[in-house]
């Protein structure tokens, strides 16, 4: 997934998802919390690769994966292409209002817009890109 889109979330916890993301991500995706303070977006067939993986783990490192699970949710596009989001996740990613919904490969993540502009002004630099692009060998 690509791009930064930029929408609000209404007073009823709900986010428009745009149409690009929805393509990838499909009419019924997953959401979670993540490393950083945003959540990540998957589709249904990533969420079950990333299942499969966590399957395959011994039990003592599938424990540690309790938390993004335990606070997922199962994200299902309404008629106007919009998500709820529920409270407690909204609170981890300190969603209030505006929203960056940022293609991240093979998911999108939701940041508060505020919080992403920071970050995406410290990351976007060309000594960032150039370590990127040379971790890749390109």
Known sequence: MTG??????????????????REELGEVFYVTISMERCLTAYSSESWERFMDKIKAMPRVK??????????AAKCELDSQGRILL???????????????????????????EAAWDAIDTVETTPENIAEVLQELDF
């Open 4 to 21: 930064v889109y930029r929408h609000s979330i209404d007073t009823k916890g709900r986010l428009a998802m745009p149409s690009r993301i």
């Open 62 to 71: 599938q424990i540690k994966m309790r938390p993004l699970f335990a606070h």
């Open 86 to 112: 529920p409270q407690a996740l909204r609170d981890f990613a300190a969603l209030d209002k505006n929203v960056a919904i940022v293609g991240a490969g093979e998911c999108a993540e939701l940041w508060d």
